[in-house]
């Protein structure tokens, strides 16, 4: 890390989505930075923010949603000050995503290739033939066969993998300074994520590019991340860099989930793994103190009260909780496995 402003800084984000029951504090005061060509994992179960927490860097949020923040910077821009047509210019040029699910992702009534094509055309002044080859040059990288053909194809005669891949293409194609890639890997199966893995780590070098991962994949966390940010109902309750999250685990949650990973060579054949009891707390309405008090064995009284505050265990490890590094490191989260 040097001196200089990080790439993204983020200082207590957070979004509330208005429902018929209430307010749901979907992304409460969430802050990480980001430096250049670095990669952020953030981690976490399902509905815990993770994406909401990328969709706000872009302000592609639901429409019932707002976005607070006392910070909110990419490089040289405040992005709570852009106008809608500055996001547009900066989303899909100097900032991209490659967004959940690739079998919605791409429009089924226009051809990849015309989709690609325009992506460039509404950043740089070039013309067709010069963004088509450029495409054709990205699909080649990427690892699509018969790059020619596919321009001319519908997303709904590609294969998930194939759209996948057209979805990163897409993404490049004006080379971005970051990368938001929302769970790149859901739904294929191990060899293409280890292809897909390798593949963006070696775009990341290519262009120097700064990267946000976002997966509910421990597993995969491991292998492509520097820092890692766990999420768990709505805060970001751990950040570590990698190796000291899977070594030195802090915050009850983290301790949980790394619990429940088997360990290969370790972990015996057909034994019941272990899973962290009860369930998550809704995000609707007002809540004080930790958000996990509820499934933590070690939560006390003053676990309920007011806001929890940042424990640093060492430079650059910090997580929400009472206890001392001390304690945790003492007793490890081990829950007993689900009746």
């Given at each position: 890390?040097?001196?200089?402003?990080?790439?993204?800084?983020?200082q207590?984000?957070?979004?509330?989505?208005?429902?018929?029951?209430?307010?749901?504090?979907?992304?409460?005061?969430?802050?990480f930075s980001?430096?250049?060509?670095?990669t952020?994992?953030?981690?976490?179960?399902?509905?815990?923010?993770?994406?909401?927490?990328?969709?706000?860097?872009?302000?592609?949020?639901?429409?019932?949603?707002?976005?607070?923040?006392?910070?909110?910077?990419?490089?040289?821009?405040?992005?709570?000050?852009?106008?809608?047509?500055?996001?547009?210019?900066?989303c899909?040029?100097?900032?991209?995503m490659i967004?959940?699910?690739?079998?919605?992702?791409?429009?089924?009534?226009?051809?990849?290739?015309d989709?690609?094509?325009?992506?460039?055309?509404?950043?740089?002044?070039?013309?067709?033939?010069?963004?088509?080859?450029?495409?054709?040059?990205?699909?080649?990288?990427?690892?699509?066969?018969?790059?020619?053909?596919?321009?001319?194809?519908?997303?709904?005669?590609?294969?998930?993998?194939?759209?996948?891949?057209?979805?990163?293409a897409?993404?490049?194609?004006?080379?971005?300074?970051?990368?938001?890639?929302d769970?790149?890997?859901t739904?294929?199966?191990?060899?293409?994520?280890?292809?897909?893995?390798?593949?963006?780590?070696?775009?990341?070098?290519?262009?120097?590019?700064?990267?946000?991962?976002?997966?509910?994949?421990?597993?995969?966390?491991?292998?492509?991340?520097?820092?890692?940010?766990?999420?768990?109902?709505?805060?970001?309750?751990?950040?570590?860099?990698?190796?000291?999250?899977?070594?030195?685990?802090?915050?009850?949650?983290?301790?949980?989930?790394?619990?429940?990973?088997?360990?290969p060579?370790?972990?015996?054949r057909?034994?019941?793994?272990?899973?962290i009891?009860?369930?998550?707390?809704?995000?609707?309405?007002?809540?004080?103190?930790?958000?996990?008090?509820?499934?933590?064995?070690?939560a006390?009284?003053?676990?309920?009260?007011?806001?929890?505050?940042?424990?640093?265990?060492?430079?650059?490890?910090?997580?929400?909780?009472?206890?001392?590094p001390?304690?945790?490191?003492?007793?490890?989260?081990r829950?007993?496995p689900?009746?």
């Amino acid at each position: 890390m040097t001196d200089a402003a990080p790439l993204v800084d983020v200082q207590d984000l957070s979004v509330d989505i208005e429902t018929a029951e209430g307010t749901l504090y979907a992304v409460r005061n969430v802050s990480f930075s980001l430096e250049p060509r670095e990669t952020l994992c953030i981690v976490g179960e399902s509905g815990c923010g993770k994406s909401l927490t990328a969709l706000a860097l872009m302000d592609l949020l639901p429409r019932r949603a707002t976005r607070t923040a006392r910070r909110l910077r990419f490089d040289d821009v405040d992005l709570l000050r852009q106008s809608p047509e500055a996001m547009r210019q900066l989303c899909g040029n100097r900032i991209s995503m490659i967004f959940q699910e690739p079998m919605t992702s791409l429009n089924p009534a226009f051809t990849v290739g015309d989709q690609i094509i325009d992506v460039m055309r509404q950043h740089r002044q070039v013309g067709v033939a010069e963004a088509r080859d450029h495409a054709l040059h990205l699909f080649e990288r990427v690892g699509i066969s018969a790059p020619r053909m596919r321009l001319g194809q519908y997303p709904h005669e590609l294969s998930g993998g194939l759209r996948q891949r057209m979805l990163i293409a897409m993404a490049l194609m004006c080379r971005p300074r970051l990368l938001l890639a929302d769970e790149p890997t859901t739904a294929l199966d191990v060899t293409i994520q280890a292809e897909l893995l390798r593949l963006l780590a070696d775009l990341q070098a290519e262009f120097g590019m700064a990267m946000i991962f976002i997966t509910h994949d421990l597993g995969l966390v491991s292998r492509i991340a520097d820092r890692v940010a766990v999420m768990y109902a709505g805060e970001i309750v751990e950040t570590a860099p990698v190796d000291e999250i899977f070594s030195d685990p802090m915050h009850p949650y983290t301790q949980g989930l790394l619990a429940c990973l088997p360990v290969p060579g370790a972990t015996p054949r057909l034994k019941r793994l272990p899973s962290i009891p009860g369930v998550v707390p809704s995000l609707v309405g007002e809540r004080e103190g930790c958000s996990f008090r509820d499934r933590c064995q070690y939560a006390m009284p003053a676990c309920a009260e007011g806001r929890i505050p940042p424990v640093q265990a060492v430079a650059g490890h910090d997580y929400l909780c009472l206890r001392t590094p001390a304690q945790n490191r003492e007793a490890r989260v081990r829950p007993e496995p689900a009746a």
